[in-house]
């Protein structure tokens, strides 16, 4: 068995994971303007679960608080 953070999604699960949809992955594939990472297995497009952790880490935003 695989460890969770090495465990491979489809398209559908990702956008689950992720909460957003199936077809914004699907587009960014082509236009990459999130840069979601994927890896390409043959022609089939899969996400790896760790990759987007580390993808959502580096995207997190901290706001200085209002004094």
Do not use: I
């Amino acid at each position: 068995m695989q460890p969770d953070h090495d465990r491979k999604m489809t398209r559908a699960q990702a956008a689950e994971y992720l909460g957003v949809s199936a077809a914004l992955l699907a587009q960014d594939v082509v236009t990459r303007r999130h840069a979601v990472p994927y890896a390409k297995v043959g022609r089939r497009v899969v996400y790896a679960k760790g990759m987007l952790d580390a993808w959502l880490a580096a995207r997190v935003v901290n706001r200085p608080s209002a004094a």
